[in-house]
C-alpha cells in the first residue's frame, strides 16, 4: 500500500514537468551554480537540483518562489536533505555545537 507522503508528492509532481519550474531551475542554477551547503563547509561542488527550502506541498506560490529555492548536489539532496525533512529540522550545529534548527529538540523550552 502507497503511504500517505508518497500521494501527496504524487499528486504535484507534475509541477516539476512545467516550463515555468524548468524556467525558475534553470535561472537559480545559473544564479548559485555550486553547492549551498558544500560551500557552508568551505567545499566547493557543482549543483545539479535546486531544492525547496520550505516543503510547498502543491502551493504553487512556495514552489515557484525563487527565495524558497536552494542549489544542492545530488548527494546533499539525496541524503541529508531527505534525513532532515524526515526529522522536520535542519541537520547541523554551529561553531559551539548548538543545533542549528531553531525547531530541533534541544532548543525547545
Known sequence: MESLANRKATA??????????????????AHQPLCERCLRDEIVTEARVVNHRIKHQGDWALFIDPENHESVCAEHHDSLIRREEARGYVIG?????????????????
Not at 93 to 107: E, F, K, M, Q, V
Open 12 to 29: 504535484y509532481h507534475h509541477l516539476y514537468g512545467l516550463k515555468a519550474w524548468q524556467d525558475a531551475r534553470h535561472v537559480q542554477l
Open 93 to 109: 550545529s554551529d561553531i559551539d555545537g548548538r543545533p542549528l534548527a531553531p525547531d530541533h529538540p534541544w532548543n525547545r523550552g
